[in-house]
Structure formats: C-alpha cells, structure tokens
Nanobody, 124 residues
C-alpha cells in the first residue's frame, strides 16, 4: 500500500511564499501521477495542481496558474508545490494524492491514495 506524507505547511503572511511537499517510500513512486488538492473550512475539496507519472506534465487549476508550481524529484520520491503571492483565500488543508492512472488528474475521484494533509494558513 502506497503511503503519502505531506510536509511544509505553516503560517505565512499574505504575499508570501510557502512550499509543501509530498513524499513516499514507494519504489515506483515516479510512475504515479500526483495531485494536490485543498479544502478550506466549510468548503468542498478542490483541485490545485497535478503532475503525471510519465513525462511529468503539470496541470493547474485555472485560478491558480501563475502563482503555484508543481514539480517532482523522482530520485527523492517527492512532489512539491511551490506557492507564491499567497492570499488569505489560499488558507486550507492541502492534501496530496496519488494514482497509477494518468488521466482525469483534475478529478478528485481519480485518486485512491491520499495523504493526511498539511495546514496552510495565510494571514492578512
């Protein structure tokens, strides 16, 4: 069973940057597509970004493109999300998820493996 562990969340002021990472000990983690989702209090979990497990193509929520960057380091078995120009509306628990299927990466239902989440709080 593939396990995911998020790290790097925290408190940052509006306009600041934060990097969250998702790691796994799975030997074939590089073959998995990995997505980042977030859930704010009282709201549904929403897609943030994803990166596929074939050639590393990134996908972004349209509203976040340009501020967030997803990347992966296959040697370290990690996928990171760099978040810049953060806004209070970005406050949420950020979850990483993995799937062996390389399509439908914007859809929450495509993922069966989830991390425990990491809190990101952006103060105004």
């Amino acid at each position: 069973q593939v396990q995911l562990v998020e790290s790097g969340g925290g408190l940052v002021q509006a306009g600041g940057s934060l990097r969250v990472s998702c790691g796994s000990s799975e030997p074939f983690f590089s073959r998995y597509a990995v997505g980042w989702f977030r859930q704010a209090p009282g709201k549904e979990r929403e897609f943030v970004a994803a990166i596929d497990g074939s050639i590393g193509t990134p996908y972004y929520a349209d509203s976040l493109k340009g501020r967030f960057t997803i990347s992966r380091d296959n040697a370290k078995k990690t996928v990171s999300l760099q978040m810049n120009s953060l806004k209070p509306d970005d406050t949420a628990v950020y979850y990483c998820a993995a799937t062996y299927v390389q399509s439908g990466l914007r859809n929450l239902q495509s993922y069966r493996i989830w991390g425990q989440g990491t809190q990101v709080t952006v103060s105004s």
